[in-house]
């Protein structure tokens, strides 16, 4: 979920529609590269993004969101490892002025290249807890192991630990068994995600 506004929100139950994507690309070198709907290859973007299978309500899941888009762009695609892709939808309202909305964060996973066009695959933060895991000892709260999964895969929280406690078991002491088939901190997640009888994602603004 987002909050936009009441004009937003009117303007997408119309028939037609009016609206484009902008995008920036951020390297790990600091280098930056915006681009806009004219450097989109017509039809080649696409945004996964779920929080459970298709057929039911899954607790524990702990989904990843994929983007995939094709620009026709000189870039060095060898630059690109784990570069930052930031895309916004903007939609023009009544009164002709247009919204935006941020669709996420993602990190690069895959660049290819053609003759004039750059092939990118990314994902959000969520592939960052696939960390191997090794606090076999640790005790504490569903904050505190979120909050030991974030710090260490380097991922801000999106909720409190007021927020989180008021949830179902989000007051339990939490501790992890000896012989456990743990191996990464996204299975740490899974595992917090049923006790509170829920999910993780990671939201518009990166934060899990």
């Given at each position: ?32 590269y ?57 939609l ?86 000896a012989?456990n ?8 997640l ?19």
């Amino acid at each position: 979920m987002y909050p936009v506004s009441e004009a937003f929100l009117q303007a997408v139950k119309e028939n037609t529609r009016r609206y484009y994507w902008t995008g920036k690309i951020t390297t790990t070198a600091g280098a930056v590269y915006e681009f806009t709907q004219a450097d989109i290859v017509k039809g080649s973007g696409y945004l996964s993004g779920q929080c459970c299978g298709s057929s039911e309500i899954e607790l524990g899941t702990v989904y990843a969101a994929e983007l995939g888009i094709s620009l026709f762009s000189e870039i060095d695609r060898y630059t690109l490892e784990d570069a930052q892709i930031e895309l916004l939808y903007s939609l023009r309202l009544a009164d002709g002025s247009y919204e935006s909305v941020p669709m996420g964060i993602f990190e690069v996973s895959e660049a290819n290249r053609t003759a004039h066009v750059l092939e990118l695959k990314a994902y959000d933060y969520m592939l960052r807890f696939e960390r191997s895991f090794n606090g076999f000892e640790t005790v504490g709260t569903a904050y505190d192991f979120m909050e030991l999964c974030a710090d260490a895969c380097g991922v801000e929280l999106a909720q409190t630990r007021g927020e989180i406690s008021a949830m179902a078991n989000g007051a339990e002491l939490l501790s992890i068994y000896a012989e456990n088939d743990i191996e990464t901190y996204r299975d740490v997640l899974y595992f917090v995600a049923q006790v509170l009888g829920g999910f993780f994602v990671v939201n518009r603004d990166g934060r899990l």
